[in-house]
């Protein structure tokens, strides 16, 4: 009985000390606004406690143009969408690691950072940009966002 008991110890200790094969969970988002437009993707993609946002244009929530007032009423739009997305899946511009910018005339980044800076007094993430042609609904602006969902 001792023997058994003690083998049986032994298995379960050696369990114990396996690598677990950690799980991917994967979650989809896609906002009741962006769903009644029949538009093809998600607003954004949970991967763990990552938060990966589609491209956002400055386009009111639930409607397919763009705001009026050009590259910086655009901006702060999609910097409105993008904190709607974030706090809809329990995260915040505070946790934002990473932007992408496509911007069309690249001549006018100054004037999108008018606008960006607002969102970020303190910390900012990383960020990189490119000058585009061809964005959606004639955009002047489109912004990706990558952030943490805090435990």
């Not at 998600?42 to 946002?53: F, G």
Request: glycine share 8%; proline share 5%.
């Amino acid at each position: 009985m001792k023997k058994s008991f003690a083998l049986f110890v032994l298995i379960i200790a050696i369990q114990a000390c396996q690598p677990k094969k950690p799980s991917t969970e994967i979650e989809y988002y896609q906002s009741e606004e962006m769903a009644s437009l029949g538009l093809p993707f998600s607003d954004a993609v949970r991967v763990d406690n990552m938060l990966y946002l589609s491209g956002v244009i400055g386009m009111p929530p639930g409607k397919l143009e763009l705001v009026e007032g050009g590259l910086q009423a655009e901006a702060k739009q999609i910097m409105e969408n993008i904190q709607k997305v974030l706090k809809a899946n329990g995260s915040s511009l505070d946790h934002a690691v990473k932007f992408t910018v496509f911007i069309d005339d690249i001549g006018r980044w100054s004037e999108f950072n008018e606008v960006y800076i607002e969102y970020f007094p303190g910390k900012k993430p990383a960020r990189s940009a490119f000058g585009a042609e061809g964005l959606a609904l004639g955009a002047a602006v489109e912004v990706e966002c990558i952030a943490v969902i805090p435990d």
